[in-house]
Structure formats: structure tokens, C-alpha cells
């Protein structure tokens, strides 16, 4: 069974750090272009950020760009989230998400993304 699983949300105060990690399992994801988005309380689900197949091109949204910083590690089938300068705006739960291996092209569409984990809630206080 193919499983997404993040991990590393929690609580922290404005200004600070967390970094996600998203596990992979059932299947390789490596040639996978895989994508971190949030759902923010009473909102819609808003992309993040996405990486391509050997992690040499990332995309990310205009709210985290400079702050946040996403990568994998294709031997371990983890993507990750660097998260700094955190402030109460990126209080959300964190989804990570893969593409099917058939596309190359990262995406920052939510709709054109097939796996999908239970997300991670990451809590910025103020």
C-alpha cells in the first residue's frame, strides 16, 4: 500500500524554525515530482512549495519564498520542508503530495497531484 507520511509539525514561536519530512512507502517515489501544500483554518488548501525528480528545480509559493526551502533525499524516499522565519500566517496543516512518475514537470496545481499524506499541523504563535 502506498503511503505518504509527514512528520515534525508542532508548536512554535514567530520567528523560529521546524522542518517536515514527508516518508515514503510502498513504492519508490523517487522518479515522483512531489509538492507540499497547507490548509490554514477556514481556508483553502494553498500550494507550498515543489521539487522535480532529482531535486534540481523547486517552485515556491510568493508567501515563503526566501524563507522556506524544500529538497529529498531519493535513497531514504523522504522530501523535506525546511521551514525559517516562521510567523502566525503559516499556522496550517502541511500536506505533502507526489505526482504520478509519467510527468516530469514539478506543478504547483493541488489537482494535479495523485498521493497525498494525512498532513502535519505546524502551530506559529505570535
Known amino acids: 500500500q502506498v503511503q505518504l507520511v509527514e512528520s515534525g509539525g508542532g508548536l512554535v514561536q514567530a520567528g523560529g524554525s521546524l522542518r517536515l519530512s514527508c516518508a515514503a512507502s510502498?513504492?519508490?517515489?523517487?522518479?515522483?515530482?512531489m509538492g507540499w501544500f497547507r490548509r490554514a483554518p477556514g481556508k483553502e488548501r494553498e500550494f507550498v512549495a515543489t521539487?522535480?525528480?532529482?531535486?534540481?528545480?523547486?517552485y515556491y509559493a510568493d508567501s515563503v519564498n526566501g524563507r522556506f526551502a524544500i529538497s529529498r533525499d531519493n535513497a531514504q524516499n523522504t522530501v523535506y520542508l525546511q521551514m525559517n522565519s516562521l510567523n502566525a500566517e503559516d499556522t496550517a496543516v502541511y500536506y505533502c503530495?507526489?505526482?504520478?512518475?509519467?510527468?516530469?514537470?514539478?506543478?504547483?496545481?493541488?489537482?494535479?497531484?495523485?498521493?497525498w499524506g494525512q498532513g502535519t499541523q505546524v502551530t506559529v504563535s505570535s
Open positions: 510502498g513504492r519508490s517515489f523517487s522518479s515522483n515530482p
Open positions: 503530495a507526489a505526482r504520478l512518475a509519467i510527468y516530469s514537470r514539478t506543478s504547483s496545481d493541488h489537482r494535479e497531484y495523485n498521493y
Open positions: 521539487i522535480n525528480r532529482s531535486g534540481g528545480s523547486t
